[in-house]
T-cell receptor, first 113, second 115 residues
């Protein structure tokens, strides 16, 4: 069935360091992979996404890479800041025309000043 | 308007009550979603509507009844819930383009407590 696995579950870094979160997916026909940031008590907010015809996408300090052959994708945050602290979810849109977006288990990122 | 609006923000109900959650968007999106999120867990898909028709029901118990009265509104009717149904209920919307993935915009959610 459709599944997205995410690692690590928790990540602690010093301010200014880089953070990397990795996800794998089960359905080789999946074509869309967004990343969401959720702060405590808030809604999930889309921070970056990538489609299956692209290998890498960057937006300022955030980048996402996709390896379709290996069915994995990663979020890279450079020059981390305390306000980056949150739970990050990867997700995969599974095929079939029904917009079925399934989330990974989440990574709790803590950036220490 | 890039907002998905959910009401109420908080809801406490007894197991014999009937209540409804409401969601509204004015972005012209034709796909709308209900997700359930327990504390420290990811959002879990419940229902998807495409063009006001139910396209996905993820084996959700019948005590949850979705309704899409028009392209801007989505309701979730609740009846005879159990304490384990207590969670944050998130509504989302997106474009629909066949097999193309599209960005989901989430509402702020309704924090539901079942006593």
């Amino acid at each position: 069935g459709e599944n997205v696995e995410q690692h690590p579950s928790t990540l602690s870094v010093q301010e200014g360091d880089s953070a990397v979160i990795k996800c794998t997916y089960s359905d080789s026909a999946s074509n869309y992979f967004p990343w969401y940031k959720q702060e405590l008590g808030k809604r999930p907010q889309l921070i970056i996404d990538i489609r299956s015809n692209v290998g890498e996408k960057k937006d300022q300090r955030i980048a996402v890479t996709l390896n379709k052959t290996a069915k994995h994708f990663s979020l890279h945050i450079t020059e981390t800041q305390p306000e980056d602290s949150a739970v990050y979810f990867c997700a995969g849109m599974f095929s079939g025309g029904y917009n079925k977006l399934i989330f990974g288990a989440g990574t709790r990122l803590a950036v220490h000043p | 308007d890039t907002e998905v609006t959910q009401t109420p923000k908080h809801l406490v109900m007894g197991m014999t009550n009937k209540k409804s959650l409401k969601c509204e968007q004015h972005m012209g999106h034709r796909a709308m979603y209900w997700y359930k999120q327990k504390a420290k867990k990811p959002p879990e898909l419940m229902f998807v509507y495409s063009y006001e028709k139910l396209s996905i029901n993820e084996s959700v118990p019948s005590r949850f009844s979705p309704e899409c009265p028009n392209s801007s509104l989505l309701n979730l009717h609740l009846h005879a819930l159990q304490p384990e149904d207590s969670a944050l209920y998130l509504c989302a919307s997106s474009q629909v383009e066949g097999d193309r993935g599209e960005k989901l915009f989430f509402g702020s959610g309704t924090q539901l407590s079942v006593l």
